[in-house]
């Protein structure tokens, strides 16, 4: 059972990445999932999650408007598409299972994945 994010690399500002997490060894299509990142020196943050079926989208202020998540749940895989990258998008992204994407973002985390490393040059 893990989750595997994958899509990181560097990018100078003002670019596009898209990130993409792949689950195995179970179904996604019964949990709400998101994306988290920590910066160095910073706190982890919680920036987007998307439901089960996908109707309802959470994005934080620091992403809105420039991030898009989505989620594929044949593929068993959830996305990041990142447009317009500021230096100070550049972190670790992980992404997270948990029971509910709401309001205040995504709800009792559980299953962490590895984080993939996007940094955005100047």
């Known amino acids: 059972v893990q989750l595997q994010a994958s899509g990181g690399g560097l990018v100078q500002a003002g670019g596009s990445l898209r990130l993409s997490c792949a689950a195995s060894?179970?179904?996604?299509?019964?949990?709400?999932i998101g994306w988290f990142r920590q910066a160095p020196g910073k706190e982890r943050e919680g920036i987007s999650c998307?439901?089960?079926?996908?109707?309802?989208?959470y994005y934080s202020d620091s992403v809105k408007g420039r991030f898009t998540i989505s989620r594929d749940n044949a593929k068993n895989t959830l996305y990041l598409q990142m447009n317009n990258l500021e230096r100070e998008d550049t972190a670790v992204y992980y992404c997270?299972?948990?029971?509910?994407?709401?309001?205040?973002?995504?709800?009792?985390?559980?299953?962490w994945g590895k984080g993939t490393q996007v940094t955005v040059s100047s």
């Open positions: 060894g179970f179904s996604l299509n019964y949990r709400a």
């Open positions: 998307i439901s089960t079926n996908g109707n309802f989208k």
């Open positions: 997270v299972t948990g029971s509910w994407c709401v309001v205040a973002g995504l709800d009792e985390p559980d299953l």
